[in-house]
Nanobody, 116 residues
Framework: QVQLVESGGGLVQPGGSLRLTCVASGSIFSFFTMGWYRQTPGKERELVAF???????NYRSSVKGRCTISRDNPKNTVYLQMNSLKPEDTAVYYC??????????WGQGTQVTVSS
């Protein structure tokens, strides 16, 4: 089993920055993908970004250029650096871990609020 713990959310002013952290523990395989979803009440969950084992990344168009996802393999940790934040970035952000053998696991979520 895999456990994921997110941190780094909070209240930030428009134009500000936050760095989200997700630490995976448990039965971690050698090759895995991790990433971030976000969800606002009443709206569909949407993929923000993910990073593969080889370090290749993908971003949704609305955050590309403002967000950077990275990973620290020895620590089984991924980061989401978010800059130039906008009110529409407000959401609960959920980390995920995925392998074909284990399937997908989610963290508990961390709240990001962008407001003046």
């Amino acid at each position: 089993q895999v456990q994921l713990v997110e941190s780094g959310g909070g209240l930030v002013q428009p134009g500000g920055s936050l760095r989200l952290t997700c630490v995976a523990s448990g039965s971690i395989f050698s090759f895995f993908t991790m990433g971030w979803y976000r969800q606002t009440p009443g709206k569909e969950r949407e993929l923000v970004a993910f990073i593969n084992n080889d370090g290749s990344t993908n971003y949704r168009s609305s955050v590309k250029g403002r967000c950077t996802i990275s990973r620290d393999n020895p620590k089984n940790t991924v980061y989401l650096q978010m800059n130039s934040l906008k009110p529409e970035d407000t959401a609960v952000y959920y980390c995920y871990y995925y392998t074909t053998t284990q399937g997908q696991y989610w963290g508990q979520g961390t709240q990001v609020t962008v407001s003046s």
